[in-house]
């Protein structure tokens, strides 16, 4: 394997966070060649079966990489961060098959790309690796993922879900990994409150549901429903969390801002105080209990002032997102115990 590769002739355009499986077979298509004669020509195994990238994915080892980053004429590093799955590949350099073709694991199935965007004009359909199970164009305004019938939804007559995509791609700048976490939660608190019918049920929520043309019986659409709200939790449970990371309470932050007080500021800032008040506080209450500050009192006291910018700094891990899952469904990120589908009998609390 230690050959000079020429690159190839004719090169797929660069979509961002590509799966390997999509870019691969896009790669042999424009040059002619089978899946099997890209393989073999990259160091790999004769007779590997030819992905769906809708629902495989093609694993290579680092000997396969790094040929693959000399026939696109790349660095390895460039097209690692092109195709995010090269680095969760776990094929070690002595394995002798240095390429692999398997099924996604449930919930983790690739997102197609905006069918508008530069994406959808290449010469066959391109794949991303799923963040979520779904995903929303900001450039123009379509909701991406699988419902009967449809995967990809214009946004335009749902006011509020793409400004929630920008907001929501300013929180992951801002607060890096975390922003997953309080994400995963804050789609959760969304959950409770949908299906005990509290918070936006009675209006904004129902007034989405009606410009989608769909029911509560549309369980696909209710995390696009809920989706600008969801954001604007997550936007303030980065807010407490900033305080939790210094070692400080609410009650120790600004003037006045007790947990509760916290509670009742989300109400507001959602426009939904009333709702709050009649039961919407007990979803945040769980997540509070949760994410409670367990250093004692007098230890935070204790402690020197945070120092200055500290709160447009990426947050760390903190209990209990010590370990975060980057990719798949954000419910499996969340702390919360309840599903959407599934009796809510009681709020369980995690400990």
């Known amino acids: 394997m230690g050959e000079e590769l020429e690159r190839l002739p004719r090169q797929p355009e660069w979509i961002a966070e590509e799966t390997t499986a999509s870019f691969l077979l896009r790669l042999a298509a424009l040059n002619g060649l089978s899946f099997d004669a890209l393989v073999r020509h990259v160091g790999g195994p004769r007779g590997l079966p030819v992905p769906d990238p809708q629902v495989d994915e093609v694993w290579l080892g680092p000997v396969v990489r790094e040929r693959l980053a000399r026939v696109c004429g790349r660095p390895v590093g460039r097209l690692e961060r092109a195709l995010p799955s090269l680095g969760e ?7 002798r098959r240095q390429v692999r073709v398997e099924a996604w694991p449930e919930g983790r199935r690739p997102v197609q790309a905006c069918a508008l ?6 010469d066959r359909p391109v794949w991303r690796v799923g963040r979520d199970t779904w995903a929303v164009c900001v450039r123009h305004g379509r909701w ?19 400004e929630a995509q920008e907001r929501r791609q300013r929180l992951e700048r801002t607060s890096g990994l975390y922003a997953r976490a309080l994400l995963a939660d804050a789609s959760q608190v969304a959950v409770y409150w949908w299906q005990c019918r509290q918070m936006g049920v009675k209006g904004v929520w129902r007034e989405r549901q009606a410009a989608l043309g769909v029911s509560r019986a549309d369980l696909w659409a209710v995390p696009l429903v809920v989706y600008p709200e969801v954001v604007v939790v997550a936007e303030a449970m980065a807010v407490r969390e900033r305080q939790r990371a210094v070692g400080r309470s609410f009650a120790g932050g600004p003037a006045g801002w007790t947990t509760g007080r916290w509670v009742a500021w989300v109400g507001e800032r959602l426009g939904m105080a009333e709702e709050m008040t009649a039961g919407g506080h007990r979803a945040l209450e769980a997540w509070l209990m949760a994410h409670r500050n367990t250093m004692p009192v007098k230890e935070r006291l204790a402690l020197p002032r945070p120092p200055e910018g500290y709160r447009s700094w990426p947050l760390r891990m903190m209990r209990p997102h010590l370990d975060m899952p980057r990719f798949g469904p954000l419910e499996a990120a ?3 115990p309840w599903r959407l589908g599934s009796p809510m009998t009681s709020v369980a609390v995690v400990r």
Not at 117 to 122: E, I, L
Not at 144 to 161: C, F, K, L, T, Y
């Open 144 to 162: 991406i993922g699988e419902a009967p019938g449809r995967s990809q939804v214009g946004v335009a007559q749902v006011p509020g879900v793409v």
């Open 334 to 336: 969340s702390c919360l």
């Open 117 to 122: 965007c530069p994406a959808g004009r290449v």
């Open 89 to 95: 590949s776990r094929i070690a350099p002595k394995a």
